[in-house]
T-cell receptor, first 116, second 113 residues
Framework: GAGVSQSPSNKVTEKGKDVELRCDPI?????LYWYRQSLGQGLEFLIY????????KSGLPSDRFSAERTGGSVSTLTIQRTQQEDSAVYLC??????????????FGAGTRLSVL | DQQVKQNSPSLSVQEGRISILNCDYT??????FLWYKKYPAEGPTFLIS?????DKNEDGRFTVFLNKSAKHLSLHIVPSQPGDSAVYFC????????????FGTGTSLTVIP
């Protein structure tokens, strides 16, 4: 498909385990964003990639969270030693360029993470 | 620090009537605003945007109004249709916000047939 793809769509894990969430952006999009939406909250910015580099990691809530992007394409968000408060929907978005270029973001359907 | 606020978590409107969704922001440096629509189990999809050089942008049944002095924008949907039932998010960015968009908490719109 031509859209942003995220996997898995749902993930249930036990507290303390590590999880990896994957995002396949739209081909040719250089900018990639990760957001988190907790129950009853708005979209919380986590991290932004331009190509493979992450100039803005300001939204990562703790050092348990990390992300990488390889080949200017696929990105992985890793949460180590998951906690119950990490339960949320994790959304990935991509755009041709970053927000400074007034580019529209295209979102994936998200990964719903449940930490038991 | 919620820089973009949607104070109405939900709104119900009769089919055919106007829906007005509101959004307030605090950062006077925001210069680009967007509305996204989100259906359950789907990601948000772009609906309409407006630059701060304008005070109105229209696209079919959707119009966004921007009041910079009040730091307020609104989305008007007219006439409202049942398929418009979704959660609507406003988002903003500015020259001093890097490449980050700030999103509101969303307003859930229900259009009653």
């Amino acid at each position: 498909g031509a859209g942003v793809s995220q996997s898995p769509s749902n993930k249930v894990t036990e507290k303390g385990k590590d999880v990896e969430l994957r995002c396949d952006p739209i081909s040719g999009h250089t900018a990639l964003y990760w957001y988190r939406q907790s129950l009853g909250q708005g979209l919380e910015f986590l991290i932004y990639f331009q190509g493979n580099s992450a100039p803005d990691k300001s939204g990562l809530p703790s050092d348990r969270f990390s992300a990488e992007r390889t080949g200017g394409s696929v990105s992985t968000l890793t949460i180590q030693r998951t906690q119950q408060e990490d339960s949320a929907v994790y959304l990935c978005a991509s755009s041709l360029q970053g927000a400074l270029a007034k580019n529209i973001q295209y979102f994936g359907a998200g990964t719903r993470l449940s930490v038991l | 620090d919620q820089q973009v606020k949607q104070n109405s978590p939900s709104l119900s409107v009769q089919e055919g009537r106007i829906s007005i969704l509101n959004c307030d922001y605090t950062n006077s440096m925001f210069d680009y605003f967007l509305w996204y629509k989100k259906y359950p189990a789907e990601g948000p999809t772009f609906l309409i945007s407006i630059s701060s050089i304008k005070d109105k942008n229209e696209d079919g049944r959707f119009t966004v109004f921007l009041n910079k002095s009040a730091k307020h924008l609104s989305l008007h949907i007219v006439p409202s249709q049942p398929g418009d039932s979704a959660v609507y998010f406003c988002a903003a960015s500015g020259w001093n916000t890097g490449n980050q968009f700030y999103f509101g908490t969303g307003t859930s719109l229900t259009v009653i047939p």
